[in-house]
């Protein structure tokens, strides 16, 4: 049966297919900015991944009229230590545009978060200020994903490499990840499960990897569990983008981490 993920990387051919025939906005390269991984790695408390989310294929509409400078800021100002930007159009209403946006609205690392497919979506991402980009293993055969964390490395960008699963986590680390990222939302079914973070998290910890606990984070008890679990980081999405008050959504998400809770 055809799963949401086989329909995303259907469209993403033809974009893929678009850019190489037509090319790119082309701009100098951006300053870099702080490292995110030394971010994640020096703090006492989970560092927020907060992301600005138009859409998704589960959630429908979120939100039409937020700009996504004015949310990057709020997202700054609360306490994120990076800014995640879904720049698929298709399905979950995103651009580059927002990235740009976003980028000039803030200082903050960007995340690109798109199905990565080819190198020139890299590309991509960087000219438009990507600092972090995001590789999907459920997406990629095992050469590919090798190819493009390495080509994105190359750039001196970050990489967050997604799993779901044991043998996606066997494939993150052959291809060298030092990011991690666990998501609780299945992309193939959509359902979320944050099981797959108390499952998973203690091995990627155990493989030196960093670790960030993504999706379906509702409350401090979700937060809590993930970094039980090992997790440094936290990337929300939906909850930030519904919240009437940000400063006290965001401050609920605030726990430490689970050495630092230890003493
Ligand atoms: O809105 P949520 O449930 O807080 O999730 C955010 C983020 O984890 C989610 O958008 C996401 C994680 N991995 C992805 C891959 C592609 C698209 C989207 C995603």
Redesign the pocket.
Known sequence: METILDRILAEKQKEVAYLKEYGMEARGSLPKRKPFIEVLKHSNDLAIIA?F?RA?PSRGLISENIRPGNQAKLYEQAGASAISV?TDSAF?KGSFDDLREVRRAVGLPILC?D?IIDEIQIDHAYLAGADII?L?VAALEESRLMNLHTYAKSLGLEVLV?IHNEEEFVKATNAGAELIGI?N?D?RTFTISLETTTSLGPMVRASGACLIS????KSASDAKLAAAAGAQGL?????FMESGSMKESFRSFIVPKLGVALG
Do not use: D, P, V, W
């Open positions: 992301e989310k998704s879904l979950f978060k199905f995001l999907i997604e998501n939302r992309l993504e999706s379906g984070m990337l929300i999405g939906q909850t």
